[in-house]
């Protein structure tokens, strides 16, 4: 039904009293159902379940919003008034932290508290070194902090005056049983969803901000259903996060776009204006997308299969252009140009990494599998191949051009992150690279300007790297805090991640430490600048995509590097 420009109240049936805030005093003009009216609007269903609308008079002098308990008892909000003052966030990680706190610089009158249950994670947000590092989060943080922006590890206190909850949960791979090393975990999700709603009461709106595979609403709809009580109205919202680290703050305070999915009935579009007019304070609404629930959801899944997409598109040019003289940089100039096809995520390298990419293309490549489309999950498991190939390729010219072996051999990795201007190492390549040259017995020194020695190792001693043989982490790998030292004596040096600090290093130092011949594997192409004079200084420089040097590998009769390109892909992922 069509409703006027006039505020409304609005009692359902299955609901129970809720106040609601407003600056001017309103008098209700109550009208039994039955009865014949001017003013009130009547909805019904066959189900007998209804609602009535009433038009709000506002009056000169204060008095009390007022309605007859005897004739229903229901939930009573505003379709128009209804406004988010609280947020809940669970989860303190690299999607919760970074959104809220941008949030609450955005939105100084709403109340944003970031719970989790990780003691260590949220003393780490109060204190003066926050446990992520995103350039710009610092400012943004202190800006708010102890103000309107709260990190506690009080979940259930945060849930219950929240009018809003965040899901920004972990949801890993899934390492074992059904859909193993391609479905997503929920088991996060599943047990916020319990939480939420065992303390819950009133009206809010729960958003799913972690990615999720399609349909996640409808599981956390189904719990919430299943133990909904009187007093309890919960909508679910799916609002997928499309910030890319490194440029979180940046991504957050300009997003290219906010996209919101809900229920395409009046209660889920009316959760669905709530959080727009958040996102409205300092967001266009041009850019605020709203859908249903599965084409957010899967949405997001897509996006970032086709930026994958480009990234594996590429590198798998780099590998012929290596074999015919050709340079991916200036391949990727030209087609770049065509408006058509456009100029980002066109940069060679050594594979994409992070939390989502692969994770996301997996779950896609299950989802496609679950709905009997095997054509489209070989096409999408593809993306993941020719990462794991572009990887495994690089090992094996590090093996190839060290004379085919690097056992015992020193060799400096600079970079450990997944990229630049982060400390994140989930799926980074460096962990996949070094596992190849560890397998091979290669003794790693391994520096990275924001990535702790724990975490480095704790990677390393994953059982998908390390196989069953974790102490040959301890054994082979030495994590140093500076990249002089990395390179001290070392017989080659290979660039994984593309610091910009790699670019001003002194490598007239670092060929006269090194052995000689020394070599230069540039991973991330972020040398290019400099080739001629690092070929003057004695350099041997091998880089992705391109022919820097003549040379004729060296594959002597008596055997093959352990890694062979015709292996197949590790599938297994880290969590």
């Given at each position: 039904?069509?409703?006027?420009?006039?505020?409304?109240?609005?009692?359902?049936?299955?609901?129970?009293?809720?106040?609601?805030?407003?600056?001017?005093?309103?008098?209700?003009?109550?009208?039994?159902?039955?009865?014949?009216?001017?003013?009130?609007?009547?909805?019904?269903?066959?189900?007998?379940?209804?609602?009535?609308?009433?038009?709000?008079?506002?009056?000169?002098?204060?008095?009390?919003?007022?309605?007859?308990?005897?004739?229903?008892?229901?939930?009573?909000?505003?379709?128009?008034?209804?406004?988010?003052?609280?947020?809940?966030?669970?989860?303190?990680?690299?999607?919760?932290?970074?959104?809220?706190?941008?949030?609450?610089?955005?939105?100084?009158?709403?109340?944003?508290?970031?719970?989790?249950?990780?003691?260590?994670?949220?003393?780490?947000?109060?204190?003066?070194?926050?446990?992520?590092?995103?350039?710009?989060?610092?400012?943004?943080?202190?800006?708010?902090?102890?103000?309107?922006?709260?990190?506690?590890?009080?979940?259930?206190?945060?849930?219950?005056?929240?009018?809003?909850?965040?899901?920004?949960?972990?949801?890993?791979?899934?390492?074992?049983?059904?859909?193993?090393?391609?479905?997503?975990?929920?088991?996060?999700?599943?047990?916020?969803?319990?939480?939420?709603?065992?303390?819950?009461?009133?009206?809010?709106?729960?958003?799913?901000?972690?990615?999720?595979?399609?349909?996640?609403?409808?599981?956390?709809?189904?719990?919430?259903?299943?133990?909904?009580?009187?007093?309890?109205?919960?909508?679910?919202?799916?609002?997928?996060?499309?910030?890319?680290?490194?440029?979180?703050?940046?991504?957050?305070?300009?997003?290219?776009?906010?996209?919101?999915?809900?229920?395409?009935?009046?209660?889920?579009?009316?959760?669905?204006?709530?959080?727009?007019?958040?996102?409205?304070?300092?967001?266009?609404?041009?850019?605020?997308?709203?859908?249903?629930?599965?084409?957010?959801?899967?949405?997001?899944?897509?996006?970032?299969?086709?930026?994958?997409?480009?990234?594996?598109?590429?590198?798998?040019?780099?590998?012929?252009?290596?074999?015919?003289?050709?340079?991916?940089?200036?391949?990727?100039?030209?087609?770049?140009?065509?408006?058509?096809?456009?100029?980002?995520?066109?940069?060679?390298?050594?594979?994409?990494?992070?939390?989502?990419?692969?994770?996301?293309?997996?779950?896609?490549?299950?989802?496609?599998?679950?709905?009997?489309?095997?054509?489209?999950?070989?096409?999408?498991?593809?993306?993941?191949?020719?990462?794991?190939?572009?990887?495994?390729?690089?090992a094996c010219r590090i093996i190839d051009c060290l004379f085919n072996t690097v056992t015992g051999k020193k060799i400096a990795l600079l970079g450990f992150s997944f990229k630049k201007d982060t400390g994140d190492t989930r799926e980074s390549s460096s962990i996949y690279i070094s596992k190849y040259l560890m397998d091979e017995g290669a003794k790693l020194h391994i520096y990275d300007p924001?990535?702790?020695?724990?975490?480095?190792?704790?990677?390393?001693?994953?059982?998908?790297?390390?196989?069953?043989?974790?102490?040959?982490?301890?054994?082979?790998?030495?994590?140093?805090?500076?990249?002089?030292?990395?390179?001290?004596?070392?017989?080659?040096?290979?660039?994984?991640?593309?610091?910009?600090?790699?670019?001003?290093?002194?490598?007239?130092?670092?060929?006269?430490?090194?052995?000689?011949?020394?070599f230069i594997f540039d991973g991330r192409r972020v040398l290019d600048h400099l080739h001629p004079q690092l070929q003057s200084l004695g350099f041997q420089i091998e880089t992705i995509g391109k022919k820097v040097t003549t040379r004729l590998p060296f594959t002597p009769s008596g055997g093959v590097p352990r890694i062979t390109l015709n292996e197949p892909p590790n599938k297994k992922s880290?969590?």
């Amino acid at each position: 039904m069509e409703r006027s420009n006039t505020d409304f109240l609005h009692f359902n049936q299955r609901g129970s009293f809720k106040s609601f805030a407003s600056s001017s005093a309103f008098k209700i003009k109550f009208y039994k159902r039955e009865a014949s009216c001017e003013r009130a609007l009547v909805d019904s269903s066959e189900s007998f379940e209804f609602s009535v609308w009433l038009r709000l008079t506002e009056l000169s002098d204060p008095s009390p919003a007022c309605f007859d308990a005897d004739l229903i008892s229901p939930t009573l909000f505003s379709r128009k008034m209804f406004q988010i003052r609280k947020i809940c966030c669970i989860g303190a990680g690299y999607v919760g932290g970074p959104t809220c706190s941008v949030i609450a610089s955005m939105c100084p009158e709403i109340k944003v508290t970031v719970v989790d249950v990780n003691e260590a994670r949220i003393k780490a947000w109060n204190s003066d070194t926050l446990p992520i590092y995103e350039p710009g989060l610092d400012e943004v943080v202190l800006s708010c902090r102890g103000r309107n922006l709260y990190f506690s590890t009080d979940i259930d206190s945060a849930i219950k005056e929240a009018d809003l909850v965040f899901i920004s949960v972990n949801t890993p791979t899934k390492t074992y049983g059904m859909g193993k090393g391609r479905a997503a975990d929920l088991k996060f999700i599943e047990a916020c969803a319990r939480r939420i709603v065992e303390v819950s009461d009133g009206y809010k709106i729960v958003t799913e901000k972690s990615t999720v595979p399609v349909r996640a609403a409808e599981s956390i709809r189904r719990i919430f259903d299943a133990n909904t009580k009187p007093s309890l109205n919960l909508q679910v919202l799916s609002n997928p996060e499309f910030l890319a680290e490194g440029t979180a703050v940046k991504d957050l305070k300009e997003p290219d776009r906010v996209l919101i999915g809900g229920d395409e009935t009046t209660e889920g579009q009316k959760a669905i204006q709530a959080l727009c007019e958040v996102y409205e304070h300092w967001v266009p609404k041009s850019r605020i997308i709203t859908t249903n629930t599965w084409s957010s959801e899967l949405s997001k899944l897509a996006a970032n299969a086709f930026l994958a997409q480009r990234i594996s598109s590429i590198n798998s040019i780099s590998a012929l252009c290596e074999s015919t003289g050709a340079d991916v940089e200036e391949v990727a100039r030209a087609i770049g140009m065509d408006q058509r096809i456009g100029s980002k995520f066109l940069k060679a390298s050594v594979g994409f990494g992070g939390s989502c990419f692969q994770k996301d293309v997996l779950n896609l490549v299950y989802l496609c599998e679950a709905l009997n489309l095997p054509e489209v999950a070989s096409y999408w498991q593809q993306v993941i191949d020719m990462n794991e190939y572009q990887r495994r390729r690089f090992a094996c010219r590090i093996i190839d051009c060290l004379f085919n072996t690097v056992t015992g051999k020193k060799i400096a990795l600079l970079g450990f992150s997944f990229k630049k201007d982060t400390g994140d190492t989930r799926e980074s390549s460096s962990i996949y690279i070094s596992k190849y040259l560890m397998d091979e017995g290669a003794k790693l020194h391994i520096y990275d300007p924001k990535v702790l020695k724990e975490q480095i190792i704790q990677d390393l001693s994953q059982p998908s790297i390390s196989g069953d043989n974790p102490q040959r982490v301890s054994e082979l790998v030495t994590v140093t805090s500076d990249p002089y030292e990395a390179c001290k004596s070392a017989h080659a040096l290979v660039i994984c991640t593309e610091w910009d600090m790699f670019k001003d290093l002194d490598y007239e130092k670092i060929h006269h430490q090194m052995l000689k011949p020394a070599f230069i594997f540039d991973g991330r192409r972020v040398l290019d600048h400099l080739h001629p004079q690092l070929q003057s200084l004695g350099f041997q420089i091998e880089t992705i995509g391109k022919k820097v040097t003549t040379r004729l590998p060296f594959t002597p009769s008596g055997g093959v590097p352990r890694i062979t390109l015709n292996e197949p892909p590790n599938k297994k992922s880290k969590v």
